[in-house]
């Protein structure tokens, strides 16, 4: 069982940045992939990044391309979003996730969840 434990989420002024971290209790897996996920309220949830653990490869939504970065730290097996040049409508629930053997993308099943980071941008 992997437990995935979040930090790094508050509140911030429009324009500012933070740094999400998802630390994972175990990596069991030989293959696997990490992403991120944001729900406002009100509004269903949705991809927002994803890195392929094993060579790195990252997919980005279109709304925060350009302004988030997702990185991993695999020694550690966490993984990061930096999220830069924050709006308002970045405001949302961030989670993040795992999944076996097949790369994180929209629409995808995920197996294993963060229990979510608030992330507030003031106007």
């Known amino acids: 069982q992997v437990h995935l434990v979040e930090s790094g989420g508050g509140l911030v002024q429009a324009g500012g940045s933070l740094r999400l971290s998802c630390a994972a209790s175990?990596?069991?897996?030989?293959?696997?992939?990490m992403g991120w996920f944001r729900q406002a309220p009100e509004k269903e949830r949705e991809f927002v990044a994803s890195?392929?653990?094993?060579?790195?490869?990252?997919y980005y939504a279109d709304s925060v391309k350009g302004r988030f970065t997702i990185s991993t730290d695999n020694l550690r097996n966490t993984v990061y979003l930096q999220m830069n040049s924050l709006k308002p409508e970045d405001t949302a629930v961030y989670y993040c996730?795992?999944?076996?053997?097949?790369?994180?993308?929209?629409?995808?099943?995920?197996?294993?969840w963060g229990q979510g980071t608030q992330v507030t941008v003031s106007s």
């Open positions: 175990a990596r069991t897996f030989s293959v696997y992939n």
């Open positions: 890195v392929t653990w094993t060579d790195g490869r990252t």
């Open positions: 996730a795992l999944r076996r053997g097949i790369a994180i993308r929209p629409g995808t099943g995920v197996d294993y």
